[in-house]
DNA sequence: GCAAGTATGTTGTAAATCCAACAAACGGAG
DNA sequence: CTCCGTTTGTTGGATTTACAACATACTTGC
């Protein structure tokens, strides 16, 4: 097994926190570490959101679905980052979404609210995870702007697009790969998955982008 | 004009501040109050995201604009809440998105990161802003989560559906006025807005709402 | 009260999307 | 390598939505 300790240190969260902190942390009665197998649920929309997950390991879907099946995938997390924070600080009792592992993953999951209420000395600490969090949930924020600046177009293919450059911005490459297959792409975009393919065949023919299953190159217009 | 400070003293911006603190705000140069006429933009797309506004009194509306004139409503904000802080605070230097005052409003649009810097020694204020600016920004983020859930639906009436049981909540009621008209609602839900009004007559003879331009009721089924 | 402008509702047609069913390509296990 | 489950691509028909044009209702300023 990895070093936890090391893993915790990537972690924003965690960030400029000492080790005495980081230890407070793993060994408080209300933190417990878990893995997780491909596809499972970590946390059920309607369970109680009362702990926050650090991915020490792997990577989650944050997920809803539809009274008629339809998956809706809002975000994908990856190590070392964290989730359903802002439901627990914000006194949400019941999960509005799920938390599902995409691959094995190993997951710490926290109740920072009584770690710091069986630890009242550690005032420094309140204050590193304040403005920690601040950092994370502005982030996320903007995460959660961009997703809905791509599914605000209106028709496929402006979605797609809107996607893929802002893939292409993120890996600072025309060239690079997407982290989800064609279904989870359309559960992401919120269309179907079917017509998303023909749209995305379409772009192909017409010389737009390159793809190949999860790899996509995005073709410049020439001047 | 209305007090400043007994404005300033609602915002949730500056929950906890003491006169002091406020006064140094307020008299900053690098604060500055605004009037701003109705449909008048108090930030453009693409401009600097240097200032965090808050509204002192008025609405603004957050959007943004299509190359094909389709508009995209992303949130509404009412005094005495602040918008563009995220993106002040990420340090991202150009506004994706525009800020378009609803109403006639006063808005003060102050630069923290330069009040901060001017006043070294309100250490106090820093600790504050932090922990003020996580609230926010953490139910900011729960709104967009719920700006996802709606416009995550994949007709227009579970759209319309979801986004009417969105406002029931709020307004701890069956019967409310939403605070949009319909071109509005339309942007909102990124849906056109003859079709919408379509479906929401068809949910009125299906006796499933009530509804007369911006007032709207829920029908309970009967059990 | 009237006129002009704005907002909302209605309708028919064109276009886009969903859906279901199937074909083809791929990847792992044995 | 072959088999089999999974992923991706393709197609046609049903459904939904967008779009444009117009009718009606409401609002505001005079």
Redesign the interface.
Known sequence: MKNIFELMKKCPLFDKMDDKELNVILKSPHTKIQDFSKNQTVISEGGSADAVGIILSGSVQIV?N?YFG?R?I?ALIDSPQIFAE??V??D?NAM??SVVSVTDSRIMLIKPKDILNDNPDLSSFH?KL??N??RI??????K??E???I????TTREKIMAFLMSQAKLNNSDNFTIPYDRQALADFL?VDRSAMSAEISKLRLEGIIESDRSKFRLIKKRG
Chains 1, 2 share one sequence.
């Open positions: 809803r539809d339809n809706s809002i802002v439901f600080f914000a949400i509005p979404v204050t304040t403005s969090l601040l949930v502005t982030e996320k924020n903007l959660l702007n997703k809905i600046e599914v605000s177009k209106r919120e």
